[in-house]
């Protein structure tokens, strides 16, 4: 490789300042909307993609978007709405590639499943309402999954879910309701 | 499709006071109403596995997560930076490799000329050995050309490396 002359190295300064003055906001205001928002888009991330591993590299790549984002947020409450719509379209895009290169939610369940009878025995009710839980979502289509989680698990308003999941607000309430109607016959049937 | 009370129960278990800690009321509503009954195995179910998930997380630190950010923003900024260089490279190398293929071609088309000069001397006999001086006269003339464009061959493609690279 060639050596850089002084005026690329002038270009190239000029290129990383730029770079810090991409982002959205600054350090400190960063520092402080993560801590509020890091677990929940954890959380939905490792559930709706079933791979904890896999959502610690989409936690990363769901801030640098919102980092790099020109959008001008009004609020707290449309940073974190924007935030979920990146994460969302994140784990759409990992639902689209190739099954060999991503985890499947029902795969993550069969490893569960596969677990020696004695270590099932031994765990408590909650790990076992959890395993009941991932299978019947396992069974939802993914669209329904990302719906009742923003809905019940972060408590997501129907205007607020039509954003994350670019739908129009009114169909948000019928969906939600067979969705819903769906999970819960699963979970008081779990063999059905 | 939907129930009056349906929000009322949503925010009850949200905010950690379903079933006990709430209007005994709304409890009794959620086990007659079909709609309520659903929101309620739904939203506990969740509930629950979101904060177990929150609970099991192992977040990197927000210094880690902006650090990370900056140093691919400054990558990506260095690539977009250095594009215009790499095609002002390109296209100096594709105009140094045209130009010594057309100089190529130029010493070619001599080369072939002295060629035939040579055989023409070659098919003359003892008593056209004035002519045959005058071509080598002539040849001698060409060859300072012939060196020039090879020198120009070599010269060219690093004159315009300099020229490109200390703008």
């Given amino acids: ?192 | 499709m939907e129930c009056l009370r349906e929000q009322e129960i949503v925010e009850a278990i949200a905010n950690g006071r379903w079933p006990h800690g709430c209007d005994p009321s709304l409890e009794m509503h959620a086990s007659e109403c079909d709609v309520c009954r659903d929101v309620v195995t739904v939203a506990v179910a969740l509930r629950e596995d979101d904060l177990s998930a929150r609970h099991e997380a192992r977040l990197p630190s927000a210094g880690l997560v902006w650090w990370r950010a900056t140093i691919r923003a400054r990558a990506e900024a260095t690539r977009v930076a250095e594009r215009p260089l790499t095609v002002a490279q390109g296209i100096a190398g594709a105009s140094a490799v045209g130009l010594a293929f057309g100089l190529a071609g130029v010493a070619w088309q001599s080369v072939q000329r002295f060629q035939r000069v040579g055989e023409f001397i070659a098919g003359l006999d003892a008593s056209t050995l004035q002519f045959a001086s005058e071509s080598a006269v002539m040849l001698q003339r060409a060859l300072p050309l012939v060196i020039g464009l090879g020198a120009c061959l070599l010269i060219a493609p690093l004159a315009i490396y300099f020229v490109l690279s200390d703008d």
């Fill in chain 1, 1 to 192: 490789m060639r050596d850089m002359t002084f005026s690329e190295i002038e270009r190239l300064g000029a290129a990383v300042g730029e770079a810090d003055e991409a982002f959205s906001m600054d350090e400190d205001s960063f520092r402080v909307f993560y801590e509020r928002t890091a677990r929940p888009v954890w959380a939905y991330l490792s559930r709706m993609t079933g791979d904890a591993r896999l959502a610690d590299d989409l936690l990363q790549e769901t801030y640098y978007r919102f980092l790099r984002s020109s959008g001008r947020h009004e609020n707290d409450t449309h940073r974190r709405n924007y935030l979920f719509r990146i994460a969302t379209n994140l784990v759409h895009d990992q639902r689209r590639k190739p099954r060999a290169d991503r985890v499947e939610l029902s795969d993550s369940i069969e490893t569960l499943d596969a677990r020696p009878a004695t270590s099932v025995g031994n765990v408590d009710e909650r790990t076992v309402r959890r395993l009941d839980l991932a299978r019947a979502m396992g069974r939802l289509k993914p669209r329904e999954r990302d719906m009742l989680w923003l809905a019940y698990a972060n408590g997501s308003s129907h205007q607020e879910i039509a954003d994350a999941l670019g739908l129009k607000r009114a169909s948000i309430k019928l969906l939600l309701f067979r969705a819903r109607r769906r999970l819960a016959n699963l979970l008081r049937e779990p063999g059905a």
